[in-house]
């Protein structure tokens, strides 16, 4: 900074404000955080001046700014004499910015299927009729832990342990928490004493712990409301297979649309059985 005023072109604050649109205040701010300074101030009035080479400074600020840097990561990178000091922040300013796109990346696609869960349960509960039907899923992979159950819905779906697990494994998942049970009729009959929470990673390409699959196909029908009631579902879809000629199970799949997750209202839960079929074969007589 200079200590006189030099006889040539200098800018007060108002003027530097005004050529680069910015406040007086950023530009206390700039000189506060050592990223741009007056060449010149004034031990009378304390005025401060720019020269015309600072003042275009502000310009890199700006751009700085626009690649995402923050003011306090722009102390000491105007006016560095080397292009080695910039390319190492570059360097290390683009890991971080693909770190960020990378998390931004995995908000969306959970915020996206938790979007269409609530338009599947919206046209469900529209739509539905009791209908039975027939699907095929593509084979996709899920995280899983095996636990107790005890027909306490509210604590398997808002699962604390899994919620721990997935965390201690670094593993974020997204879409509907599925219940797996191993025999369809034991669930039926309210004698299930474990079932299988599973879960789809964001991340495919990324190891998922206690990896399980799902696919195939399957006899699918909607439960509405309480999943206190939602056995009464199972027996319908039994003899829909029987009239239709598929075996059923043995397994069978709860799939939580909407739950504790969404709504405190358990009348609006929508609920997704999946039981895997297979077609009879046929006796030769």
Known sequence: MRTSKENTNLYTVGEVAKLCNVSKKTLRFYDQLGIISPDYVCPDNNYRYYSQQTLSSISIVKYYKQMGFK???MQGLIGKPSYFYHENNFVAKINELQEEAQKIHDEL????DW???LQEARMVSAEYTNTISVKCLEVQSYCSLEQAFSYDYRESILNIPWTNYLQSQQQEITGPVVL?????ADKYNGTSNQATIMQKPVLSDQPVPNLTTLGGFFVSTYHLGDLGT????YPKVQQWATDNGYTCGPECYERYVVDYWTTTNPEEFVTEILIPISKQKCTAK
């Open 230 to 233: 939602i056995n009464a579902e």
């Open 109 to 112: 696609i959970q915020l996206h």
């Open 71 to 73: 003011l306090s990561e």
């Open 115 to 117: 979007h269409r869960l």
């Open 180 to 184: 797996k049970y191993d025999s369809y």
